[in-house]
């Protein structure tokens, strides 16, 4: 009896659905278009917001579903809706698009899809059928309107994948990632040129079956990418696959680097492109830290990493040297780098290197002594020195401003008076002639030039550096400006030595002895070593002792010649500059010359040598040199003395009273006696030298920065 009634109960349901089917059936989609062509009909969701229920009938009419009754979509109509007050359901696409026949089982594809399991989870936003392929206004995706055809594709997609709201919502990993598709060579050759062979969005992720990266068998999965990438390009696949980097990938090691990890996944822009190289080397860093460190020491290195994108390719990147996507190793002899291909690596920038030019090291590492000992030990030897000259002369500064200090507060009155009466003096004395001090401004605007130029480059990691490279112009630009602060140097270098010369055989040709007739050496002698000489003599050393017994109360303060012991130090570190300085920049301005008889790693060791003793000049000449001529209380805050060349009879008597007695002595006070004009164009010369005093302070700053953010850091 129970049976029977179960049986009864399953026919009447059954009968139930076939008649509520076959009423659906009657509906004709003119009956629905009787309501859904009014553009006004509406419905609100349970979120609350408002949705349209308008159908375009002409839209539809030309849709791919123009032949399709409306519920065939909308399968849960009855012929009592809307009387029945039940909302319909969403269309399903289900009914027809789950079979092999029917659009490679796209349905099934979307429910594994991270779009489809997202909306399985609960995730009302995750793209539906709809969302992509439009609703009653649905086309081929071989049509030009479709909204899914190839060139509109990727601004379906930038619906929700540059949604602020879905991208925070839903933790989409890359919300950025549209905008930097559509600007991307990828972006631009589809969208602005209409080449439709440039790939859109479905070619990478896949169609309806579009997966996370981190399943295996998705199209963006690490392992899959170079596939990927290699069904548009085929031959830089087959490269990649034999070099080192695809090996790696090959045996399953994930360190190897795919497509994606140097041109990026969705900002893929063209190699030729500045900004690409100067990428580049970032990109290859996050693998080989070590390498990029020490590249980053080098030239090529500082100067890509303060380089504009639009002149960086005059740089040696890493590409340029190890290959693209051929990456080898050198020992492998097809590399770039194997002992038979390496010269010509070379020479694809330096046209004339020659096999000793391969030898230059760009990845070395000064502290590391075993593998680079020259480097190491030059190292060595100019931190000692760099650590030492300040060290020394720091200590000296400091006793001498203690002793100033000292002095001025014990009778600051006094102090003043006499610092004002040596400026305002009316008897002046030539100390400096007009010759010297026009060889003195060279060596002041050259060797700015050559700070402002070089000093970015050794501190290339510090934002003032970028920026002042920026106003520069660039490598290119600095590098110019470099090479002409240093032909600069060699010029007054050169005209110094020609004046000494001429002045030296002046000195010989004078001392004929008018009783005898003979030629006597003496005043020859003096020209080279006597007083007014500027090489150094006992008398010096004498004075520096007596002056450090001065500056702790030890003796009176004593008195100098012409020049005193700082002055011809500084003047013999000009000699010390120019010939290390010059000579390690020549070897770096002529690398292929200088390889040719020596060997490559020269230009290592060149490097060490230029920006050290670059940094000990520069430092020295604004710390030490500065305080010794400017920063002393006597002078500050300037003595003016190299641009009128004048020195007061009061200062002469409380500074120089040696050279002053030697005159008065010699009968000479007179030919040094010069008639005040100085005041017709003081105003100009202090402009000047406030200009280029000022300009080595900020330089000193900045160096200082720099200098404690890397110890820092």
Same mark, same amino acid.
């Given at each position: 009896?129970?049976?029977?009634?179960?049986?009864?109960?399953?026919c009447?349901v059954l009968?139930?659905?076939l008649?509520?089917?076959?009423g659906?059936?009657d509906?004709?989609n003119?009956?629905?278009?009787?309501c859904?062509?009014?553009?006004?009909?509406?419905?609100?969701?349970?979120?609350?917001?408002?949705?349209?229920?308008?159908?375009?009938?002409?839209?539809?009419?030309?849709?791919?579903?123009?032949?399709?009754?409306?519920v065939?979509?909308?399968?849960?109509?009855?012929?009592?809706?809307?009387?029945?007050n039940?909302?319909?359901?969403p269309?399903?696409?289900?009914g027809?698009?789950?079979?092999?026949?029917?659009?490679?089982?796209?349905?099934?594809?979307?429910?594994?899809?991270i779009?489809? *399991?997202?909306?399985?989870? #609960?995730?009302?936003? /995750?793209?539906? $059928?709809? +969302? %992509? @392929?439009g609703k =009653? !206004?649905m086309?081929?995706?071989?049509h030009?309107?479709?909204?899914?055809?190839?060139?509109?594709?990727?601004?379906t997609?930038?619906?929700?994948?540059?949604?602020?709201?879905?991208?925070?919502?839903?933790?989409i990993?890359?919300?950025?990632?549209?905008?930097?598709?559509?600007?991307?060579?990828h972006?631009? *050759?589809?969208?602005?040129? #209409?080449?439709?062979? /440039?790939?859109? $969005?479905? +070619? %990478? @992720?896949?169609? =309806? !079956?579009?997966?996370?990266?981190?399943?295996p068998?998705?199209?963006i999965?690490?392992?899959n990418?170079?596939k990927?990438?290699?069904?548009?390009?085929?031959?830089v696949?087959?490269?990649?696959?034999?070099?080192?980097?695809?090996?790696?990938?090959?045996?399953?090691?994930k360190?190897?680097?795919?497509?994606t990890?140097?041109?990026?996944?969705?900002?893929?822009?063209?190699?030729?492109?500045?900004?690409?190289?100067?990428?580049? !080397?970032?990109?290859c860093?996050?693998c080989?830290?070590?390498?990029l460190t020490?590249?980053?020491?080098?030239?090529?290195?500082k100067?890509?990493?303060?380089?504009k994108?639009?002149?960086?390719s005059?740089?040696?990147a890493?590409?340029d040297?190890?290959?693209?996507?051929?990456v080898?190793?050198?020992?492998?002899?097809?590399?770039?780098?194997?002992?038979?291909?390496?010269?010509?690596?070379?020479q694809?920038?330096?046209?004339?290197?020659?096999?000793?030019?391969?030898k230059?090291q760009?990845?070395?590492?000064p502290?590391?002594?075993?593998?680079?000992?020259?480097?190491?030990?030059?190292?060595?030897?100019?931190?000692?020195?760099?650590?030492?000259v300040?060290?020394f002369?720091g200590?000296?500064?400091?006793?001498?401003?203690?002793?100033?200090?000292?002095?001025?507060?014990?009778?600051?009155?006094?102090f003043?008076e006499?610092?004002?009466?040596?400026?305002?003096d009316?008897?002046?004395?030539?100390?400096?002639e007009?010759f010297?001090?026009f060889?003195?401004?060279?060596?002041?605007?050259?060797?700015?030039?050559?700070?402002?130029?070089?000093?970015?480059?050794?501190?290339?990691?510090?934002?003032?550096?970028?920026?002042?490279?920026?106003?520069?112009?660039?490598?290119?630009s600095?590098?110019?400006?470099?090479?002409?602060?240093?032909l600069?140097?060699?010029?007054?270098?050169?005209l110094?030595?020609?004046?000494?010369?001429?002045?030296?055989?002046?000195g010989?040709?004078?001392?004929?002895?008018?009783?005898s007739?003979?030629?006597r050496f003496?005043?020859?002698?003096?020209?080279?070593?006597?007083p007014?000489s500027?090489?150094?003599?006992l008398?010096?050393?004498?004075?520096?002792?007596?002056?450090?017994?001065w500056?702790?109360?030890?003796g009176?303060?004593?008195?100098?010649?012409?020049?005193t012991?700082?002055?011809?130090?500084?003047?013999?570190a000009?000699?010390?500059?120019?010939?290390?300085?010059?000579?390690?920049?020549?070897?770096?301005?002529?690398?292929?010359?200088?390889?040719?008889?020596?060997?490559?790693?020269?230009?290592?060791?060149?490097?060490i040598?230029?920006?050290?003793?670059?940094?000990?000049?520069?430092?020295?000449?604004?710390t030490i040199?500065?305080?010794?001529t400017?920063?002393?209380?006597?002078?500050?805050?300037?003595?003016?003395?190299i641009?009128?060349?004048?020195i007061?009879?009061?200062?002469?008597?409380?500074?120089?009273k040696?050279?002053y007695?030697r005159?008065v002595?010699?009968?000479r006070?007179e030919?040094?006696?010069?008639?005040?004009?100085?005041?017709?164009?003081?105003?100009?010369?202090?402009?000047?030298g406030?200009?280029f005093?000022?300009?080595?302070?900020?330089?000193?700053?900045?160096?200082?920065?720099?200098m404690?953010?890397?110890?820092?850091?």
């Amino acid at each position: 009896m129970a049976g029977a009634l179960q049986r009864i109960c399953l026919c009447v349901v059954l009968l139930s659905a076939l008649t509520a089917r076959l009423g659906a059936a009657d509906i004709k989609n003119s009956d629905c278009l009787l309501c859904h062509e009014d553009q006004t009909l509406t419905k609100t969701n349970a979120a609350g917001k408002t949705i349209s229920l308008f159908v375009d009938a002409a839209k539809f009419t030309g849709s791919v579903h123009k032949s399709n009754a409306c519920v065939n979509c909308h399968s849960d109509l009855t012929d009592k809706h809307p009387d029945d007050n039940i909302p319909a359901k969403p269309a399903t696409c289900v009914g027809c698009h789950e079979t092999p026949s029917n659009h490679e089982i796209a349905v099934q594809e979307y429910t594994a899809s991270i779009h489809g *399991a997202s909306h399985a989870q #609960g995730a009302p936003a /995750a793209a539906t $059928c709809s +969302d %992509c @392929h439009g609703k =009653h !206004d649905m086309l081929s995706a071989k049509h030009h309107a479709s909204p899914v055809f190839k060139l509109n594709l990727p601004t379906t997609c930038v619906a929700c994948h540059s949604n602020a709201v879905l991208a925070e919502q839903y933790r989409i990993k890359y919300p950025e990632a549209a905008a930097q598709y559509l600007d991307s060579i990828h972006g631009r *050759a589809l969208l602005k040129l #209409g080449l439709i062979v /440039a790939p859109s $969005c479905n +070619d %990478c @992720h896949g169609v =309806h !079956d579009i997966k996370r990266s981190a399943i295996p068998s998705s199209p963006i999965n690490k392992a899959n990418v170079a596939k990927t990438c290699g069904k548009c390009h085929v031959k830089v696949e087959e490269i990649y696959n034999q070099s080192v980097h695809g090996q790696l990938l090959a045996k399953g090691d994930k360190r190897g680097p795919v497509c994606t990890d140097c041109h990026t996944a969705h900002e893929v822009e063209t190699p030729r492109n500045g900004h690409f190289k100067m990428a580049s !080397d970032r990109r290859c860093g996050k693998c080989h830290e070590d390498r990029l460190t020490h590249y980053r020491d080098t030239y090529h290195g500082k100067a890509m990493a303060l380089g504009k994108p639009n002149i960086a390719s005059d740089v040696a990147a890493c590409y340029d040297c190890h290959g693209h996507h051929d990456v080898l190793p050198p020992s492998n002899p097809q590399s770039r780098l194997s002992q038979t291909n390496v010269l010509a690596t070379c020479q694809q920038c330096h046209p004339g290197a020659t096999i000793g030019f391969t030898k230059y090291q760009p990845h070395a590492n000064p502290l590391d002594r075993k593998n680079y000992p020259a480097l190491h030990v030059t190292f060595v030897l100019m931190t000692a020195l760099l650590v030492g000259v300040f060290a020394f002369f720091g200590a000296h500064t400091l006793a001498w401003l203690y002793r100033t200090a000292y002095l001025y507060l014990h009778d600051s009155k006094k102090f003043r008076e006499a610092k004002i009466q040596t400026q305002v003096d009316d008897e002046w004395f030539t100390r400096f002639e007009p010759f010297e001090r026009f060889l003195h401004f060279l060596v002041v605007t050259s060797f700015l030039l050559l700070v402002i130029t070089g000093m970015p480059l050794k501190f290339y990691y510090t934002d003032w550096a970028k920026l002042l490279f920026g106003i520069i112009g660039g490598a290119e630009s600095a590098r110019a400006l470099h090479r002409f602060g240093a032909l600069i140097t060699f010029l007054y270098f050169g005209l110094h030595l020609v004046a000494l010369a001429i002045k030296v055989w002046n000195g010989r040709a004078a001392v004929r002895d008018p009783a005898s007739g003979q030629f006597r050496f003496k005043r020859f002698w003096d020209v080279l070593f006597g007083p007014d000489s500027m090489v150094p003599n006992l008398q010096d050393w004498r004075d520096f002792i007596a002056h450090n017994r001065w500056f702790f109360g030890k003796g009176p303060k004593p008195q100098f010649d012409r020049w005193t012991y700082w002055e011809r130090f500084d003047y013999f570190a000009v000699f010390w500059g120019v010939a290390i300085i010059g000579l390690s920049g020549l070897i770096m301005w002529y690398p292929q010359v200088f390889s040719r008889f020596m060997p490559g790693w020269i230009i290592n060791i060149a490097l060490i040598v230029h920006s050290d003793e670059a940094l000990l000049a520069a430092g020295f000449i604004f710390t030490i040199h500065f305080f010794n001529t400017h920063f002393r209380l006597e002078k500050f805050p300037m003595d003016t003395v190299i641009f009128s060349g004048r020195i007061s009879r009061t200062e002469l008597l409380h500074e120089r009273k040696r050279w002053y007695d030697r005159l008065v002595a010699e009968g000479r006070l007179e030919e040094h006696r010069v008639k005040d004009e100085w005041e017709r164009w003081k105003t100009i010369a202090r402009s000047f030298g406030y200009l280029f005093f000022g300009v080595g302070v900020i330089l000193l700053m900045l160096i200082a920065y720099a200098m404690i953010s890397r110890l820092t850091h």
